[in-house]
């Protein structure tokens, strides 16, 4: 079964480093996601993407964030100057053009940004 | 902004009990997904409703959508060890790729 994969599984970084959470969607789907889950919480929106741009952002999506679609293939989240609070699990999702009605979205393993 | 409510947050049963959480919404959205995520593991697709009223069925699970299309219910019969996780409804406003909205989710633990 095709699937989100995400690289690194886990990064620990130091509070004002940049950090680069890579992704790469099934290949037939068009609309890209990030997530993130700080432990025990719920997961939160971060971002969408489609035709390669935003679609769509949360309040959490503030200037340190950026996303982008180098090469056809990865998707990835860049933090800028990580801070103590971005600690969590990141998750990217993909979801293919689908009738309506059909949203499923096809999440990744996520990976786990630990910032000292 | 939109919200997406979920009730219990834990919920500890004895093998064999049955377990339901409810889900509501702010407001009123055009489908409502719910995912499973295993300790440690990421959110996993079980099923999609898009009707007013709709019921679904997957084994011991059964899941329902409200008539208003703001409120579902996921109910599991005669829980086992292997139901253990967080599970989550998550709602769509629209049908245009936009976000998909996660409740907090309901931890269920079973007691074997």
């Known amino acids: 079964e095709p699937e989100v994969t995400q690289t690194p599984s886990h990064q620990v970084t130091q509070m004002g480093q940049e950090v680069i959470l890579r992704c790469v969607p099934i290949?037939?789907?068009?609309?890209f996601y990030w997530y993130r889950q700080i432990l025990g919480q719920k997961v939160e929106f971060l971002v969408s993407?489609?035709?390669?741009?935003?679609?769509?952002k949360s309040e959490i999506f503030d200037d340190q964030f950026s996303v982008e679609r180098p090469d056809g293939s990865n998707f990835t989240l860049k933090i800028r100057s990580t801070k103590l609070e971005d600690s969590a699990m990141y998750f990217c999702?993909?979801?293919?053009?689908?009738?309506?009605?059909?949203?499923?979205?096809?999440f990744g393993a996520g990976s786990r940004l630990t910032v000292l | 902004g939109q919200q997406v409510m979920q009730i219990p947050q834990y919920q500890h049963v004895q093998e064999g009990e049955d377990f339901t959480t409810y889900c509501n919404s702010s407001?009123?959205?055009?489908?409502i997904q719910w995912y499973k995520q295993r300790p440690g593991g990421h959110p996993v697709f079980l099923i999609q409703?898009?009707?007013?009223?709709e019921v679904k069925k997957q084994k011991r699970l059964t899941f329902q959508f409200g008539e208003a299309k703001k409120n579902s219910s996921l109910h599991i019969t005669a829980t086992q060890t292997t139901d253990v996780g967080t599970y989550f409804c998550?709602?769509?406003?629209?049908?245009?790729?936009?976000?998909?909205?996660f409740g907090q989710g309901t931890e269920l633990s079973v007691k074997p």
């Open positions: 993407f489609y035709n390669n741009e935003i679609s769509e």
């Open positions: 998550a709602g769509h406003r629209d049908n245009q790729g936009g976000k998909l909205i």
């Open positions: 409703l898009v009707k007013s009223g």
């Open positions: 407001t009123t959205l055009s489908n």
């Open positions: 999702a993909s979801r293919r053009r689908s009738r309506s009605g059909a949203n499923v979205l096809t």
């Open positions: 290949s037939n789907h068009l609309y």
